[in-house]
């Protein structure tokens, strides 16, 4: 039976970057890897969370009384947060309740089904007009699978084109039956390299490339994203390595994505470290030489994700 309710981070209207057309993305929380150059570490954790942003925060203390694990300490001009106490997990959004300024904010809701998907029908017209749709993404979309499969099958019984952006770093079983109400799949290749792929996400690479490559054969429709992390998976080597993996399974598409900072402040409001501050983003020229390299094997794709045509 599928599972009726799930935790989702952001449902985002209006997507230009998640398949073609204009797509009203779900972005899950949880993922089973866990990227270093990540800029969305508050989908990484499968619970709700509290985030504090310091910048709005006055020191009231008001947050320190209404907190029952005395997770949070501090008064006037200091504020400690011991996240491991947080019960947030549990449903505990007292603090975040009791804050004036915003401060303190929660990280994620448990919605059904059908809550997502009425939301996802608002922009029904914009999906006729432009070759869009709905996307699931997060996060990874197949730690929630029988959630992500029952919404994606309302989607489908409700003519709305999908696409799911994933690892798909999971069990055959479960990707498979995601596939069976998936028109698109935008699917993240952080490494070639095994070894190198785990160094930075946690998690070996065997198990994606095998079931990238059962998806191909079933003959689903593949856009390959790649980001570009300088220093990690942007030699050519590594980038030809990909090109050669892509022409054997058939697939033709690929989006190459520039690392960026501008997630870095999340790291801050979630208590946790940030590792890729000192990593400088990729120029506009080093981008369009990937991509030439990545045509002169016959492929397709993009700079960023964006314009992307139905196929």
Request: proline share 4%.
């Amino acid at each position: 039976m599928a599972a009726s309710t799930g935790v989702v981070a952001e449902i985002q209207h209006y997507c230009i970057q998640d398949g073609p057309g204009t797509r009203t993305t779900v972005f899950l929380k949880g993922c089973p890897l866990n990227c270093s150059w990540c800029h969305n570490p508050e989908m990484i954790g499968p619970k709700i969370e509290i985030w504090y942003d310091e910048r709005k925060c006055t020191s009231c203390g008001l947050c320190i009384e209404a907190c029952p694990a005395d997770a949070i300490r501090g008064f006037l001009d200091t504020r400690d947060i011991l996240w491991d106490l947080c019960t947030a997990g549990d449903g505990c959004v007292k603090c975040v309740e009791a804050c004036p300024t915003k401060a303190m904010g929660v990280v994620g809701k448990l919605l059904d089904v059908d809550t997502v998907v009425d939301e996802i029908l608002v922009d029904k017209a914009f999906y006729r007009r432009s070759g869009g749709g709905a996307c699931i993404s997060g996060g990874e979309p197949l730690m929630q699978a029988e959630f992500s499969t029952a919404v994606l099958k309302e989607c489908q019984d409700r003519l709305v084109n999908t696409a799911v952006e994933t690892s798909c770093f999971a069990k055959w079983e479960k990707v498979e039956e995601l596939a069976k109400y998936t028109d698109l799949f935008l699917i993240d290749l952080k490494h070639m390299d095994s070894d190198k792929h785990q160094e930075s996400t946690g998690v070996p690479n065997t198990l994606i490339r095998q079931n990238v490559s059962k998806l191909a054969e079933m003959g689903k429709k593949i856009r390959i994203r790649l980001p570009i992390i300088p220093g990690y998976n942007d030699d050519e080597s590594n980038l030809r390595k990909t090109a050669v993996f892509m022409v054997d399974n058939n697939i033709k598409y690929i989006d190459l994505l520039a690392f960026h900072t501008i997630g870095e402040y999340k790291y801050t409001k979630l208590g946790k470290d940030y590792s890729c501050a000192d990593i400088e983003p990729p120029t506009d020229e080093e981008m369009l030489a990937h991509r030439t390299l990545f045509d002169s094997y016959g492929l397709e794709g993009t700079i960023g994700g964006t314009d992307i045509q139905p196929f």
